[in-house]
Every structure is written in structure tokens, then in C-alpha cells.
């Protein structure tokens, strides 16, 4: 049953913008990790979004029904270099390979999750206004 | 005979504009929950449909009202926001979900008015 109009979008959406805050607490994290499981620096994730349905123009009449879905993926900036020989991660050289991490862009990132969150959240609270509204017909 | 009470042109599209406000919520939902999805336009309940609604409501064809229903159709006047393409404008989208909203009310109350008239007119009193 679908009661509520949008709440599925707004439900999937909520769901990716989840996943977004956890990938940049995950890169604010590890924005000094030099190793990791599989050796070198800890790489930076991204997310990417995509409409369900492929794009938009197939989604006529479907907008119920067209939720972004998203992917991890890797961001493939190389690490940064930093001289520092007494590390136990250095090189030969005396440099330690650090994640391209820059906080203050993760920072402004975890914001506009969290706009798009709320954004989500006021679509529930209008659908459910709405289907409030819808029950309250023929009362007196 | 029910017809009769229920079946005047007013009425049918009171119903229908009801229809068009909750397939309109879906449309702006789905808007904001893509308002970063690379490349997605914006979607809202195609003008076609609008300008059958009204013209229906102006020949008073209640055939045509009875079966009419809302389509969704990419909304191609929206510019993009974003280099990727992107038309959804989070603070336009809002409003026009408060407008919306406005809306679905409106013809909640017209469609409640009406029920409450009939039911003076059944009863004899005024409720």
C-alpha cells in the first residue's frame, strides 16, 4: 500500500544521503592512515549518484518510482608525499605517502549531505500532511 | 442515483485536481531525492495534461474528465543548475511542495463542502 505520494523517492533518498555522511566520516577518519590492509596510504571514497531508471527521459510517468541509487567508488588522486624519515611508513627516501584528503572539502561535503537529508525529510512530513488531509475528507 | 449527486462536472474535477496535486508530490519528490544524481532533469506533471484539464473543465465534457488521468513528463523549460546537467533547484522544488500542499487542501475542503451540503439537504438540518 502506498499511502503516503513520494515516500518511496524520499525514503531511497534518505537511504543514499545516509550512505553519503558515513563515506566522508570514513575519509575524515582515515585522512592521516598510512596503512592499510593492502599496503599503502588509505585511498579517499566518493559517492556517485544515479536515477534508478537510467535517465530521466525514461522515466515519464514513473516518478514514483525513479529513487537515485549510488556507488562507491575510489577517488583516484594520488597520495601526498611528505619528508619524513623517522616514520615507520617511509621510503627509502625518507617520504610517507598520505591519503589526498582535505578536510575542509569533506567538511563542506558532510553540509550539503546534510541539506539533502533534511530536504528528504520535509517530502516525508508534506506526504504525510497530504494523506492526512486525503483521511479528513467527508468529516464534519 | 448516486450519479447524480456525485457526478456534476465541478465535482469530477475537483477529484481530478486531487489526483494531479498527489502525482505532483511524487514528482517533487523524487526531484529533491535526485538533486544530486549527476545529469537528471527535473520531472513535474506535464503541461498537455494541464491544458486538457481545464479545456474539459470549459466544455464541461465529464466523459473526458472521467477518464483523464495525470501523466509526468521531464519538465524541459527547468535550465540547469550544475555543469552536469542537473535542473533540480532545492529551494524552487520546496516551494513548489508548499504550493502543492496549498493546493491538495484547497480541494479537500471544496470536495468536504459539497459532501457537508448534500448532507444538510439529506438531513434537513444545518451541521
Redesign the interface.
Same mark, same amino acid.
Given at each position: 500500500m502506498n499511502l503516503i #505520494? !513520494?515516500?518511496?523517492? @524520499?525514503s531511497?533518498?534518505l537511504r543514499?544521503e545516509q550512505v553519503r555522511l558515513e563515506v566522508i566520516s570514513q575519509n575524515i577518519a582515515n585522512a592521516r592512515t598510512t596503512k592499510t590492509a593492502d599496503g599503502g596510504p588509505y585511498q579517499r571514497q566518493a559517492v %556517485?549518484?544515479? @536515477?534508478a531508471l537510467g535517465?530521466?527521459?525514461s522515466?515519464?510517468?514513473? @516518478? !514514483?518510482k525513479? #529513487? #537515485?541509487t549510488l556507488e562507491i567508488v575510489r577517488d583516484p588522486k594520488a597520495a601526498v608525499r611528505v619528508y619524513q624519515p623517522g616514520h615507520p611508513d617511509a621510503d627509502k627516501e625518507g617520504f610517507v605517502a598520505y591519503p589526498a584528503i582535505n578536510v575542509h572539502e569533506e567538511m563542506a561535503d558532510l553540509i +550539503?549531505a546534510n %541539506? +539533502?537529508y533534511e530536504?528528504?525529510i520535509?517530502?516525508m512530513r508534506?506526504?504525510r500532511?497530504?494523506a492526512q488531509?486525503?483521511l479528513?475528507?467527508?468529516? %464534519? | 442515483m448516486t450519479e447524480a449527486l456525485f457526478g456534476s462536472v465541478n465535482y469530477l474535477a475537483e477529484k481530478r485536481s486531487?489526483d494531479v496535486? *498527489?502525482?505532483r508530490?511524487? =514528482? &517533487? =519528490?523524487?526531484n529533491?531525492?535526485? &538533486?544530486?544524481?549527476?545529469?537528471?532533469?527535473r &520531472?513535474d506533471v506535464s503541461s498537455q495534461f494541464r491544458t486538457q484539464l481545464s479545456e474539459a473543465v470549459r466544455r464541461q465534457d465529464d466523459s473526458t474528465l472521467n477518464t483523464l488521468r495525470p501523466? *509526468? =513528463? *521531464?519538465d524541459t523549460s527547468a535550465p540547469a543548475r550544475t555543469p552536469d546537467g542537473n535542473s533540480v533547484n &532545492?529551494t524552487d522544488?520546496?516551494i513548489a511542495?508548499?504550493d502543492?500542499?496549498l493546493e491538495?487542501?484547497l480541494h *479537500?475542503q471544496m470536495?468536504?463542502a459539497r459532501?457537508?451540503r448534500l448532507?444538510s439537504a439529506i438531513s434537513g438540518r444545518i451541521?
Open positions: #505520494p !513520494g515516500a518511496h523517492s @524520499a531511497q533518498g543514499a %556517485r549518484f544515479k @536515477a535517465d530521466a527521459m522515466a515519464q510517468a514513473a @516518478a !514514483g525513479n #529513487p #537515485p +550539503s %541539506r +539533502s530536504a528528504n520535509a517530502v508534506n506526504g500532511a497530504l488531509q486525503a479528513s475528507i467527508g468529516k %464534519r | 486531487l496535486c *498527489v502525482e508530490q511524487r =514528482a &517533487l =519528490a523524487s529533491i531525492a535526485n &538533486l544530486e544524481t549527476p545529469g537528471f532533469r &520531472l501523466t *509526468v =513528463a *521531464v &532545492l522544488e520546496l511542495m508548499q502543492n500542499g491538495h487542501s *479537500v470536495i468536504s459532501m457537508s448532507r451541521s
